[in-house]
């Protein structure tokens, strides 16, 4: 049986190839976030918009803006938003 010793400088360069990979790949996920649908809670929408939480709701009661609910949480699709904003039809 063959026995490997690991050094401190072993596994410093381990760490520094396994912190690279991860930012590569998250790079690239980033990438395909924004190809893909891209959700906001309504928090963000608000803070987004500067308006108040009443205003959310008129927009979401009168069918201006539509969203999902998921458990007790609103989500709004981004590009529902830059629509609306743009004065486009949803």
Do not use: C
Request: net charge positive; charged share 25%; aromatic share 6%.
């Amino acid at each position: 049986m063959q026995v490997n010793i690991l050094t401190k400088e072993d596994l410093n360069q381990f760490k520094t190839e396994l912190i690279q990979e991860i930012k590569q790949l998250l790079s690239s996920s980033d990438n395909s976030v924004s190809n893909k649908s891209h959700w906001l809670r309504s928090a963000e929408v608000r803070k987004l918009m500067s308006i108040s939480p009443g205003t959310l709701q008129n927009l979401r009661i009168n069918g201006v803006l539509p969203y999902r609910k998921v458990g007790g949480i609103m989500f709004y699709a981004i590009e529902d938003i830059q629509k609306m904003m743009e004065g486009g039809k949803l």
